[in-house]
């Protein structure tokens, strides 16, 4: 510790002038590990996310009698390790355990089987692009907003000296109940609540096989498309709620108002080979049910009437996770080109450039999963649910303390994607006739007369993609192919009732904590 903090020189400067710089961070090979006392591997009883080093252990005992403390989580995979600040310098070092599952594999694939000097490469590629990890990548991704957006900053009083005061377009420092339709059920806010939830998530529909035409089903392949970072691309210039929600009856619908309304939108008649853009399951809303600002917006781009009944609305907003966007959209593109893949290419070279660029540096195929994770995981922790054998419902779990817990947020970022996925199958539907076959969050499948995207996609008569459909490209929000099947093992999972946009990569699409 005293070497990290007086000799390294490691550590890094603030994203933001009211933000605080990065700790440093030390990663600990398992040989690293062994030489400091550390046991090689943590076993117990306990869940893997939970182990932790004994209290009696004599690493904790040896910092302890050098005056130096651990956070409330212990001396886990990524302990924090600091002494209380002196003359306004913190003194704290983050360190990173790899022998103890540090680096989760789906975030960091192929980087705990690196040689160190790899790795090094890798976790400074992303301290430098996205910032110094500090625990998993859906920490890191949350630590991003809050190192972006600081919740305070330098003010001067009354009487002319400085103190720390509110940051205007950040979440603050106390935490903020949600209203009950936008909590989950165990939250306290929520029991004894009969009204109804939001269920604002990611696409899981397939289509009615009968709803299939022989044409399609003679088709020979079907083709998935993915969405690059769908809900990253969603985060740009989203207007959110900063204050508390306050509760309305019969409001006005105004689609620059962020929040919760409850509104029957189950007498809108759709096209049933297009997922309804109003529910997940894409199925029709069978009655009255709470709906976020983007999906009653698009309702009423659709050319229908909303009129609510009530709403929980919030009077301060802003556009929250603009930075956030844009630094982790630029932290992806430049890897993306790291690997090969930039913007001048044009179509054909772009999807060629993608079958092979994980194989280009498999080091910066790490950086660019782990960027993707940070998203993903970034966005599910704004409605981290509690964990643990214990909990009991109505019981407030420690995640709710945090004022980046905003359950609003994450469904804000949700609807908008949901809807931009809707809007660009309609369009596709509109200029082709092509319906998708199934949906999972951001992969859609089409069935196609060639193994290519270029097969299908609409394109304008000068030969650039048809505004409004599904692009090709780098860019977050931009189209890459997911997978190509042939199409009758797409029609043999549709007739069992099983979405081909699961199962298209090959193996099974996990939803993770984003989604």
């Known amino acids: 510790m005293e070497w990290t903090l007086k000799e390294s020189g490691l550590g890094a400067a603030q994203l933001n002038r009211n933000g605080k710089d990065s700790d440093p961070l030390v990663v600990l090979t398992e040989a690293a590990a062994v030489k400091l006392g550390l046991p090689e591997r943590l076993e117990g009883p306990e869940a893997r996310r939970n182990l932790r080093l004994p209290d009696d252990h004599p690493v904790v005992r040896q910092l302890a009698r050098a005056k130096w403390k651990l956070t409330q989580r212990g001396f886990g995979p990524w302990p924090r390790i600091y002494r209380p600040a002196a003359a306004g310098q913190r003194q704290c070092v983050q360190l990173a355990v790899l022998s103890w599952d540090a680096l989760d594999a789906r975030s960091w694939p192929g980087v705990s089987g690196m040689e160190p000097a790899d790795i090094a490469r890798v976790l400074g590629t992303y301290a430098s692009r996205v910032l110094t990890p500090r625990g998993s990548t859906a920490v890191s991704g949350l630590e991003l907003m809050t190192a972006l957006r600081p919740p305070t900053r330098a003010v001067k009083n009354d009487q002319g000296v400085w103190e720390s005061g509110y940051n205007p377009g950040s979440l603050g420092t106390e935490p903020m109940d ?131 009944v009530e709403a929980y609305l919030r009077r301060e907003t802003g556009a929250y996770l603009d930075p956030w966007h844009d630094r982790l959209k630029t932290a992806y593109v430049d890897t993306l080109a790291d690997l090969g893949v930039t913007a001048e290419l044009d179509d054909r070279q772009f999807l060629a450039a993608m079958e092979q660029h994980k194989d280009v540096d498999p080091a910066m195929a790490a950086v660019l999963a782990a960027v993707k994770a940070t998203v993903k995981g970034g966005v599910g922790k704004l409605r981290e649910r509690p964990q643990g054998r214990h909990y009991r419902d109505g019981e407030r779990w420690p995640a709710l303390e945090r004022p980046t817990w905003r359950p609003d947020i994450r469904a804000a970022v949700i609807a908008k994607a949901r809807v931009n996925m809707h809007r660009k199958m309609a369009n596709v539907a509109k200029a082709t006739g092509r319906y998708p076959l199934g ?11 060639g193994p290519s995207p270029l097969d299908f996609l609409p394109y304008t008569t000068s030969g650039k993609p048809l505004p409004g459909s599904f692009r090709l490209g780098p860019t977050p929000g931009a189209a890459k192919v997911e997978g190509v099947q042939e199409m009758a093992w797409a029609v043999d999972l549709m007739e069992k009732g099983l979405n081909p946009a699961r199962h298209i990569k090959g193996g099974d699409a996990v939803l993770d904590e984003g989604e």
């Open 178 to 308: 949600p209203a009950p339709p936008e909590a989950p059920s165990e939250h306290p806010v929520a029991q004894g609540w009969t009204g109804g939830f939001l269920d604002e998530e990611a696409y899981q529909w397939v289509r009615e096989v009968d709803l299939l035409s022989d044409e399609e089903c003679l088709l020979p392949y079907a083709v998935g498309l993915d969405i690059n970072t769908a809900f990253l691309a969603a985060s740009a210039r989203l207007v959110v709620g900063l204050s508390g929600p306050d509760h309305f009856h019969g409001p006005r619908f105004n689609k620059k108002i962020p929040g919760s309304w409850l509104v029957d939108l189950s007498g809108i008649e759709l096209d049933p080979r297009l997922p309804s853009p109003f529910t997940p399951s894409g199925r029709r809303p069978e009655g009255p049910a709470w709906y976020q600002t983007h999906t009653l917006a698009y309702a009423q781009e659709l050319g229908y009437e909303v009129q609510p």
């Open 439 to 449: 949906v999972l969050s951001d992969c859609v499948v089409y069935a196609s007369p």
